[in-house]
Protein backbone atom coordinates (compact mmCIF):
# COMPACT_ATOMS: atom_id res chain seq x y z
CA UNK A 1 0.00 0.00 0.00
CA UNK A 2 0.93 3.80 -0.36
CA UNK A 3 1.45 4.68 2.72
CA UNK A 4 2.48 8.69 1.25
CA UNK A 5 -0.92 8.91 -0.68
CA UNK A 6 -2.41 11.66 1.20
CA UNK A 7 0.87 13.74 1.43
CA UNK A 8 1.46 16.70 -1.04
CA UNK A 9 3.31 15.92 -4.00
CA UNK A 10 6.46 17.79 -2.78
CA UNK A 11 6.25 16.02 0.47
CA UNK A 12 6.39 12.57 -1.61
CA UNK A 13 9.29 13.39 -3.43
CA UNK A 14 11.28 14.40 -0.65
CA UNK A 15 10.49 10.91 1.01
CA UNK A 16 11.12 9.05 -1.68
CA UNK A 17 14.55 10.61 -1.69
CA UNK A 18 15.07 10.33 1.64
CA UNK A 19 14.30 6.54 1.26
CA UNK A 20 16.66 6.67 -1.82
CA UNK A 21 19.36 8.20 0.92
CA UNK A 22 18.72 5.73 3.74
CA UNK A 23 18.22 2.72 0.80
CA UNK A 24 15.38 1.58 3.42
CA UNK A 25 12.68 1.45 0.91
CA UNK A 26 11.37 2.53 3.76
CA UNK A 27 11.19 -1.20 5.54
CA UNK A 28 13.57 -0.99 7.96
CA UNK A 29 16.10 1.46 9.63
CA UNK A 30 19.17 -0.20 7.96
CA UNK A 31 22.54 -0.17 10.58
CA UNK A 32 25.63 1.62 9.98
CA UNK A 33 28.72 -0.53 10.93
CA UNK A 34 29.39 -0.01 14.51
CA UNK A 35 32.60 1.13 14.00
CA UNK A 36 31.44 3.53 11.26
CA UNK A 37 29.07 5.11 13.55
CA UNK A 38 28.55 8.44 14.64
CA UNK A 39 29.29 9.26 18.44
CA UNK A 40 28.93 13.08 18.89
CA UNK A 41 29.60 15.40 22.18
CA UNK A 42 26.49 17.59 21.94
CA UNK A 43 26.22 21.49 22.93
CA UNK A 44 22.91 21.00 25.18
CA UNK A 45 19.87 22.99 24.02
CA UNK A 46 18.07 22.81 26.68
CA UNK A 47 20.87 25.10 28.69
CA UNK A 48 20.91 27.39 25.20
CA UNK A 49 17.40 27.88 25.27
CA UNK A 50 17.64 28.84 29.46
CA UNK A 51 20.89 30.93 28.64
CA UNK A 52 18.33 32.84 26.29
CA UNK A 53 15.77 33.00 28.44
CA UNK A 54 17.97 34.08 31.23
CA UNK A 55 19.44 37.07 29.12
CA UNK A 56 15.70 38.00 27.99
CA UNK A 57 15.89 36.67 24.64
CA UNK A 58 13.07 34.04 23.23
CA UNK A 59 14.44 31.01 22.40
CA UNK A 60 14.70 31.13 18.76
CA UNK A 61 16.68 28.33 16.57
CA UNK A 62 17.05 30.23 13.54
CA UNK A 63 17.34 28.28 10.49
CA UNK A 64 19.58 27.94 7.24
CA UNK A 65 17.06 27.49 4.34
CA UNK A 66 18.61 28.07 1.19
CA UNK A 67 15.35 27.41 -0.50
CA UNK A 68 12.42 24.68 -0.53
CA UNK A 69 9.72 23.90 -1.70
CA UNK A 70 7.14 26.59 -0.78
CA UNK A 71 10.11 29.64 -0.94
CA UNK A 72 10.48 30.99 -4.49
CA UNK A 73 14.11 31.18 -5.39
CA UNK A 74 17.39 29.78 -3.17
CA UNK A 75 19.42 32.11 -1.47
CA UNK A 76 22.93 31.67 -2.69
CA UNK A 77 24.73 33.91 0.52
CA UNK A 78 27.47 31.67 2.25
CA UNK A 79 25.95 29.90 4.67
CA UNK A 80 28.45 30.40 7.26
CA UNK A 81 27.61 34.31 7.29
CA UNK A 82 24.29 33.45 7.41
CA UNK A 83 24.59 31.46 10.66
CA UNK A 84 27.16 34.30 12.58
CA UNK A 85 24.46 36.80 11.38
CA UNK A 86 21.86 34.53 13.03
CA UNK A 87 23.80 34.35 16.36
CA UNK A 88 24.58 37.61 16.38
CA UNK A 89 20.86 38.62 16.68
CA UNK A 90 20.43 36.18 19.39
CA UNK A 91 19.37 32.92 18.24
CA UNK A 92 20.18 30.20 21.02
CA UNK A 93 20.55 27.61 18.16
CA UNK A 94 20.34 26.99 14.90
CA UNK A 95 18.94 24.93 12.32
CA UNK A 96 21.05 23.30 9.45
CA UNK A 97 19.32 22.28 6.38
CA UNK A 98 21.16 18.59 5.00
CA UNK A 99 18.44 17.80 2.61
CA UNK A 100 19.68 17.97 -1.00
CA UNK A 101 17.34 18.03 -3.52
CA UNK A 102 14.62 19.93 -2.57
CA UNK A 103 16.34 22.44 0.41
CA UNK A 104 19.54 23.80 -1.17
CA UNK A 105 21.38 21.69 2.19
CA UNK A 106 24.55 19.56 2.65
CA UNK A 107 26.15 18.11 4.98
CA UNK A 108 29.25 20.17 4.24
CA UNK A 109 27.43 23.44 5.07
CA UNK A 110 26.49 21.84 8.25
CA UNK A 111 29.89 20.71 9.61
CA UNK A 112 31.32 24.67 8.30
CA UNK A 113 28.24 26.37 10.48
CA UNK A 114 28.90 24.09 13.33
CA UNK A 115 32.60 25.05 13.20
CA UNK A 116 31.80 28.44 13.05
CA UNK A 117 29.46 29.12 15.87
CA UNK A 118 29.20 27.97 19.29
CA UNK A 119 25.17 27.50 19.93
CA UNK A 120 23.64 24.27 18.99
CA UNK A 121 22.76 23.06 15.63
CA UNK A 122 20.33 20.54 14.93
CA UNK A 123 20.63 19.11 11.67
CA UNK A 124 17.10 19.66 9.55
CA UNK A 125 16.95 16.64 7.40
CA UNK A 126 14.47 13.90 6.67
CA UNK A 127 16.02 10.70 8.35
CA UNK A 128 13.75 7.28 7.65
CA UNK A 129 17.02 5.47 8.23
CA UNK A 130 19.93 4.97 10.72
CA UNK A 131 22.11 5.16 8.27
CA UNK A 132 21.61 8.58 7.67
CA UNK A 133 22.46 9.06 11.12
CA UNK A 134 25.72 9.06 10.26
CA UNK A 135 26.19 11.14 7.83
CA UNK A 136 27.62 13.83 9.82
CA UNK A 137 27.73 15.32 13.60
CA UNK A 138 25.01 17.51 14.64
CA UNK A 139 24.09 18.54 18.39
CA UNK A 140 20.78 17.45 17.57
CA UNK A 141 18.79 15.40 14.72
CA UNK A 142 14.97 15.64 13.83
CA UNK A 143 12.88 12.64 13.38
CA UNK A 144 9.90 13.17 11.89
CA UNK A 145 6.91 10.65 13.29
CA UNK A 146 4.56 11.23 9.94
CA UNK A 147 7.49 9.76 8.06
CA UNK A 148 9.15 7.24 10.13
CA UNK A 149 5.75 6.05 11.83
CA UNK A 150 6.41 2.67 14.19
CA UNK A 151 10.12 2.89 13.35
CA UNK A 152 10.14 5.84 15.66
CA UNK A 153 11.30 3.91 18.94
CA UNK A 154 14.22 2.12 16.77
CA UNK A 155 15.22 5.75 15.61
CA UNK A 156 15.27 7.33 18.90
CA UNK A 157 17.30 4.55 20.16
CA UNK A 158 19.86 4.77 17.38
CA UNK A 159 20.01 8.46 17.52
CA UNK A 160 20.78 8.44 21.38
CA UNK A 161 23.25 5.67 21.13
CA UNK A 162 24.93 8.59 18.98
CA UNK A 163 24.47 10.50 21.82
CA UNK A 164 22.30 12.96 19.22
CA UNK A 165 20.03 14.81 20.91
CA UNK A 166 16.34 14.30 19.36
CA UNK A 167 13.89 16.22 18.48
CA UNK A 168 10.68 14.68 17.40
CA UNK A 169 8.43 16.68 15.04
CA UNK A 170 4.51 15.94 15.29
CA UNK A 171 1.51 17.63 13.69
CA UNK A 172 -1.39 16.40 15.57
CA UNK A 173 -2.70 14.31 18.96
CA UNK A 174 -2.24 11.17 17.23
CA UNK A 175 1.63 11.66 16.39
CA UNK A 176 1.96 13.41 20.04
CA UNK A 177 0.97 10.30 21.82
CA UNK A 178 3.37 8.19 19.76
CA UNK A 179 5.92 10.12 20.30
CA UNK A 180 5.14 10.51 23.67
CA UNK A 181 4.91 6.23 24.08
CA UNK A 182 8.26 6.34 22.02
CA UNK A 183 10.05 8.14 24.81
CA UNK A 184 10.94 11.66 23.57
CA UNK A 185 11.63 14.54 25.25
CA UNK A 186 12.00 16.87 23.20
CA UNK A 187 8.85 17.25 21.07
CA UNK A 188 8.64 20.08 17.82
CA UNK A 189 4.93 20.52 16.87
CA UNK A 190 4.83 21.79 13.31
CA UNK A 191 2.61 24.18 12.26
CA UNK A 192 3.09 23.56 8.30
CA UNK A 193 0.71 20.44 7.41
CA UNK A 194 2.59 17.94 5.04
CA UNK A 195 -0.69 16.86 3.10
CA UNK A 196 -1.41 20.33 1.77
CA UNK A 197 1.80 22.46 2.90
CA UNK A 198 -0.81 25.07 4.69
CA UNK A 199 0.94 26.64 7.53
CA UNK A 200 -1.79 27.30 10.49
CA UNK A 201 -0.39 28.27 13.82
CA UNK A 202 -3.68 27.05 15.42
CA UNK A 203 -2.01 23.49 15.09
CA UNK A 204 0.23 24.42 18.06
CA UNK A 205 -2.15 26.00 20.05
CA UNK A 206 -4.85 22.75 19.66
CA UNK A 207 -1.86 20.43 20.40
CA UNK A 208 0.49 22.15 23.03
CA UNK A 209 -1.93 21.48 25.80
CA UNK A 210 -1.37 17.96 25.28
CA UNK A 211 2.19 18.03 25.83
CA UNK A 212 3.86 16.07 28.74
CA UNK A 213 5.13 19.26 31.06
CA UNK A 214 8.20 17.77 31.29
CA UNK A 215 9.00 17.91 27.61
CA UNK A 216 10.80 20.60 25.91
CA UNK A 217 8.04 22.25 23.22
CA UNK A 218 9.04 23.68 20.49
CA UNK A 219 6.80 25.86 17.77
CA UNK A 220 7.91 24.79 14.14
CA UNK A 221 7.07 26.74 10.99
CA UNK A 222 5.08 29.53 10.01
CA UNK A 223 6.16 32.08 12.51
CA UNK A 224 6.74 34.86 10.48
CA UNK A 225 6.31 37.98 13.35
CA UNK A 226 7.10 39.09 17.05
CA UNK A 227 3.57 38.89 17.44
CA UNK A 228 3.42 35.40 16.04
CA UNK A 229 6.24 34.63 18.30
CA UNK A 230 4.22 36.48 21.62
CA UNK A 231 1.29 33.99 20.30
CA UNK A 232 3.05 30.72 20.26
CA UNK A 233 5.03 31.62 23.65
CA UNK A 234 1.60 32.64 25.21
CA UNK A 235 0.29 28.70 24.05
CA UNK A 236 3.30 27.31 25.64
CA UNK A 237 5.98 27.02 23.35
CA UNK A 238 9.50 26.92 25.17
CA UNK A 239 11.09 27.76 21.90
CA UNK A 240 10.46 28.78 18.40
CA UNK A 241 11.76 27.15 15.00
CA UNK A 242 11.71 29.85 12.24
CA UNK A 243 13.08 29.71 8.78
CA UNK A 244 11.33 31.58 5.64
CA UNK A 245 10.82 34.96 7.74
CA UNK A 246 14.56 35.16 8.99
CA UNK A 247 15.99 33.94 5.73
CA UNK A 248 14.06 36.54 3.86
CA UNK A 249 15.94 39.79 3.68
CA UNK A 250 18.33 41.00 6.79
CA UNK A 251 19.33 37.92 8.57
CA UNK A 252 20.72 39.55 11.90
CA UNK A 253 17.57 42.20 11.96
CA UNK A 254 14.86 39.31 11.47
CA UNK A 255 16.47 37.46 14.18
CA UNK A 256 16.50 40.05 16.40
CA UNK A 257 13.35 41.13 15.98
CA UNK A 258 11.85 37.46 16.75
CA UNK A 259 14.27 36.99 19.65
CA UNK A 260 13.51 40.46 21.27
CA UNK A 261 9.31 39.80 21.15
CA UNK A 262 8.90 39.61 24.27
CA UNK A 263 11.15 43.03 25.49
CA UNK A 264 10.61 45.36 22.30
CA UNK A 265 6.73 45.15 22.45
CA UNK A 266 6.35 48.96 21.25
CA UNK A 267 7.66 47.32 17.73
CA UNK A 268 5.36 47.14 15.32
CA UNK A 269 4.09 43.83 14.26
CA UNK A 270 4.16 42.49 10.27
CA UNK A 271 6.77 41.02 8.54
CA UNK A 272 9.97 40.98 11.17
CA UNK A 273 12.73 42.91 8.57
CA UNK A 274 10.35 45.17 7.18
CA UNK A 275 8.53 46.41 9.66
CA UNK A 276 11.26 46.62 12.09
O1 LIG B 1 9.31 24.64 4.27
C1 LIG B 1 8.81 23.96 3.37
O2 LIG B 1 8.44 24.43 2.25
C2 LIG B 1 8.59 22.49 3.56
C3 LIG B 1 7.98 21.76 2.57
C4 LIG B 1 7.80 20.41 2.72
C5 LIG B 1 8.23 19.76 3.87
C6 LIG B 1 8.85 20.49 4.87
C7 LIG B 1 9.03 21.83 4.73
N1 LIG B 1 9.67 22.57 5.70
C8 LIG B 1 10.38 21.98 6.78
C9 LIG B 1 10.33 22.74 8.04
O3 LIG B 1 10.12 22.09 9.04
C10 LIG B 1 10.61 24.19 8.07
O4 LIG B 1 11.75 24.44 7.32
C11 LIG B 1 10.84 24.78 9.46
O5 LIG B 1 9.89 24.36 10.38
C12 LIG B 1 10.81 26.30 9.35
O6 LIG B 1 9.57 26.71 8.83
P1 LIG B 1 9.37 28.19 8.29
O7 LIG B 1 9.74 29.12 9.40
O8 LIG B 1 7.91 28.28 7.95
O9 LIG B 1 10.25 28.36 7.12
Same mark, same amino acid.
Given at each position: ?5 ? #? ?29 ? @?? &? ?26 ? @? ?12 ? #? ?28 ? +? ?9 ? +????? &? ?8 ? @? ?36 ? #? ?25 ? %???? &? ?24 ? +? ?5 ? #? ?23 ? %? ?11
Amino acid at each position: MDDTAE #LDPAVRSILAAARDRAGTGGRETDETAASDR @SS &VDPRDLRAAFERAEADGRVPVIAEVKPT @SPTTEGTREDDPVE #LAESMVAGGAAALSVLTEPEHFGGSTETLE +RVREAVDVPVL +RKDFI &VGASQLDAVE @SDVVLLIARFVGDDLPELLAAARDREFQVLVEVHDREE #LAAAVDAGATLIGVNNRDLAELEVDLG %TFES &VAPAVPDDATLIAESGIATPADARRM +RAAGADA #LLVGSAIMDGDVEANTRALTRAETD %THSTDDAPETRI
